[in-house]
């Protein structure tokens, strides 16, 4: 664990839009954890991204002997969602800690995959999913339980994003689209209000014609308990 004399080295898995805009920056707001080394498979971005941190960059080819290397204590892997678990799986049976961005994985299978690699070696594991934790939603969240607002009937919310046709996320299908990428967020919100999960779900989605993604780029989803509507 950190000390005020060691910091915790991270590596960052993959340099895309959240690594760039969110980690690598946020991580110097930190007074227990530094950068250590960047993952990519990008040369154009190992040599700019290592350049501006100062950190050394390593291939996906690599990653195996960075793991070993002795250089790191954790990673932080923001690849694709469908390629999270080889990734997480390598840095947890090797004793490296992971955290590891949402959604966990892209089914049910790989994510049991991921827990019984941290449980077998003892790594630390953590989704990174910062909404557990705001303020504002903890005390939204305390506050229904208690009562606070009455008898909860129902739930509304929307989120949208424009994601650019050559983003990789436009390409991947499914677990690359809206309901595990920002859907995650009014999803989780809404099992963390009612203190409920869903026993049953209705969804529609649609494709924009003029648009080349591979799945539909808008749905809504009504989940309900028992007589509960949560939209």
């Known amino acids: 664990m950190p000390t005020p004399e060691k910091k915790i080295r991270y590596a960052v898995v993959a340099g895309g839009q959240i690594s760039q805009q969110a980690f690598m920056p946020g991580i110097r707001q930190t007074n227990n954890s530094e950068l250590a080394a960047l993952v990519t498979g990008d040369p154009v971005k190992a040599d700019k991204l290592a350049g501006l941190y100062g950190i050394k960059a390593w291939s996906y080819e690599q990653y195996d002997e960075l793991l070993k290397s002795g250089e790191i204590d ?51 594991l953590m989704i990174a999913y910062r909404l557990h934790h705001e303020p504002g939603n903890v005390e939204m969240f305390t506050r229904a339980r208690a009562g606070d607002f009455g008898d909860l009937r129902t ?77």
């Open 74 to 124: 954790a990673v932080y892997v923001a690849t694709p969602n469908f390629m999270h678990t080889p990734f997480a799986v390598a840095a947890l049976e090797a004793g490296i800690h992971v955290l590891l961005e949402k959604p966990m994985a892209s089914s049910v299978e790989e994510a049991q995959e991921i827990l019984a690699a941290q449980k077998k070696s003892g790594a630390r």
């Open 155 to 231: 739930f509304t919310s929307v989120f949208a994003q424009n994601v650019a046709e050559e983003n990789s996320r436009g390409h991947n299908g499914y677990w690359c689209g809206p309901v595990p990428d920002m859907g995650t967020y009014p999803l989780n919100a809404v099992r963390n209000l009612f203190g409920a999960e869903p026993t049953a779900v209705h969804a529609v989605g649609t494709k924009t014609g003029d648009r080349g993604f591979n799945f539909h780029d808008t749905v809504a989803v009504t989940p309900r308990n028992g007589q509960l509507s949560l939209r």
